[in-house]
């Protein structure tokens, strides 16, 4: 089983910084897809950034440039720097793990969230 721990969120002031990261317990760390989404409210969940088990990243476009996802498959933690942060960013952040095997195989997990709030 996985579990996946987020922490480092909080306040801060538009144009600061805030780095969020996710610490995995379980197996197979490395061959995992590793993620962070986001959900503002009164709005559905949407993706941030992905990172695959070959360091392969993707971001959305509203955080290109911005934000900067990485991962340590010794320590089994994936991170996520965010830079020039705006009030737009506030969202929990979710940290996912997604697996994809053989035969239509998936494994998904979530972590809790943490909070990030940006404002004056």
């Known amino acids: 089983q996985v579990q996946l721990v987020e922490t480092g969120g909080g306040l801060v002031h538009p144009g600061g910084s805030l780095r969020v990261s996710c610490t995995f317990s379980?197996?197979?760390?490395?061959?995992?897809?590793m993620g962070w989404y986001r959900q503002a409210p009164g709005k559905q969940r949407e993706l941030v950034a992905t990172?695959?088990?070959?360091?392969?990243?993707n971001y959305t476009d509203s955080v290109k440039g911005r934000f900067t996802i990485s991962r340590d498959n010794a320590k089994t933690t994936v991170a996520l720097q965010m830079d020039n942060l705006k009030p737009a960013d506030t969202a929990v952040y979710y940290c996912?793990?997604?697996?994809?095997?053989?035969?239509?195989?998936?494994?998904?997990?979530w972590g809790q969230g943490t909070q990030v709030t940006v404002t004056s």
């Open positions: 996912n793990a997604l697996l994809n095997l053989a035969w239509g195989l998936q494994y998904d997990y």
């Open positions: 990172i695959t088990r070959r360091n392969s990243t």
């Open positions: 379980g197996v197979l760390f490395s061959q995992y897809t």
